[in-house]
Each structure stands twice: as structure tokens, then as C-alpha cells.
């Protein structure tokens, strides 16, 4: 069973406009959760984190928001570039451990 | 330049022929990791250690075996591999336990 959960395998979007990318969890012991990007044969970069005690962090163009009663957060991309076409996975992770559990993953697509 | 090189990038073998994906950082990060990506499935933390001599169990651990005799090099072992290990490999490092990851370009194992 995932934990985490991007319900979405691809999301299309135009130049200029805003992207948003959703990610569901189950487990409520998570308390630390991150965006990371991907482009073809490259490795996961990291993009923005967000602690389970803030609902919101923004870092440039990308802002990540938390609702912990929903067991929910969304990675913003304001305004979205042909650059930022890549797939996008959340993670999340708990303990001491702090072993990531990462989602599916969403194909962004940013048509110029 | 920092980074995580893994080694081969592409490999195609036979089961049951033994093989290893070395796995190199040069930041002297303390945390490392192995995932594998499967399609639909995310990435999965096959094994991960916190430290020299000390490795542990991730969510994907049957048919792998790790070591870390070193703090820079991060071994994943294929001792019998079989089809259903035909993955795409990410090996990760990160100064500790809990900061964001750093990966590597991926290897892709094929097993016929």
C-alpha cells in the first residue's frame, strides 16, 4: 500500500501560467516532506522541503503548501517555464531513521 | 565539483551472474542510499547506512546486499540477480540522516 500518493502521472501547463502538483499521504507520523525533480537520465534534484510544523514554504518561483488534516500538500510553480518540464516526485519521511517514501511521480509538461 | 557517481550507468546481464553497481560521493556525507524507480512505483529505498560499518534494511532489501567499509563508497551487490530486478538504480548520499539527498545519474539494469 503507498503511503504517499501523486494521483496524477502527467499534468500539462502553459508558459507563464501556474502549475500545481499534488501529493496525498496516509501515514500521520510523517513529519518532514520534500519535492524533488527529475529530468531524462539524470538523477532526483532537490527542489523545496517543508516541516510538518509550517504549512507553507516558498523558495523563488515554487512555493509548497501542507494541510496536515487532509494529509495533503502542493508543490506551486508560479509562472511555470519550458524549463520546469520535467517529472516531479514528492517524498516524505519520519523517525530517526528518516527514511524517504516517495510518490509515483508527475510528468510536468510546460508548453511554450 | 560535488557529486555522487555510480558505476555502470548501463548494463545488460544474464540471471543468476553476480554483479556489482559501485556507488562514489565526494561531499564526505555521512548518510547514503540505494533506490530503485519502477514505473508507476516511484523510487523505493532498497538499503540505506547512517554511517561507516552500520547499513539497514529499506523497503525493497530481498535480493541486494550492501557495504560500507569506507564513508565515500557505497556498494550495491546483485549476488544471484533475476529478471525482476531489471530496474532503474539510484544511488543517494546526504551530510546526515534527515537532510535533503544528493543522487547519483542512475544505472539501468537490464536482467534477461
Known amino acids: 500500500d503507498q503511503q504517499v500518493k501523486q494521483n496524477s502521472p502527467s499534468l500539462s501547463v502553459q508558459e507563464g501560467r501556474i502549475s500545481i502538483l499534488n501529493c496525498d499521504y496516509t501515514n500521520s507520523m510523517f513529519d518532514y516532506f520534500l519535492w524533488y525533480k527529475k529530468y531524462p537520465a539524470e538523477g532526483p534534484t532537490f527542489l523545496i522541503s517543508i516541516s510538518s510544523i509550517k504549512d507553507k514554504n516558498e523558495d523563488g518561483r515554487f512555493t509548497v503548501f501542507l494541510n496536515k488534516s487532509a494529509k495533503h500538500l502542493s508543490l506551486h510553480i508560479v509562472p511555470s517555464q519550458p524549463g520546469d518540464s520535467a517529472v516531479y516526485f514528492c517524498a516524505a519521511s519520519t523517525g530517526s531513521a528518516r527514511q524517504l517514501t516517495f510518490g509515483s511521480g508527475t510528468q510536468l509538461t510546460v508548453l511554450p | 565539483e560535488a557529486q555522487v557517481t555510480q558505476n555502470p550507468r548501463y548494463l545488460i546481464t544474464v540471471t543468476g551472474k553476480k554483479l556489482t553497481v559501485t556507488c562514489s560521493q565526494n561531499?564526505?556525507?555521512?548518510?547514503m542510499s540505494w533506490y530503485r524507480q519502477d514505473p508507476g512505483l516511484g523510487l523505493r529505498q532498497i538499503y540505506y547506512s547512517m554511517n561507516v560499518e552500520v547499513t539497514d534494511k529499506g523497503d525493497v532489501p530481498e535480493g541486494y546486499k550492501v557495504s560500507r567499509k569506507e564513508k565515500r563508497n557505497f556498494p550495491l551487490i546483485l549476488e544471484s540477480p533475476s529478471p525482476n530486478q531489471t530496474s532503474l538504480y539510484f544511488c543517494a548520499s546526504s551530510f546526515k540522516t534527515g537532510d535533503e539527498q544528493y543522487f547519483g545519474p542512475g544505472t539501468r539494469l537490464t536482467v534477461t
Open positions: 561531499m564526505n556525507h555521512e548518510y
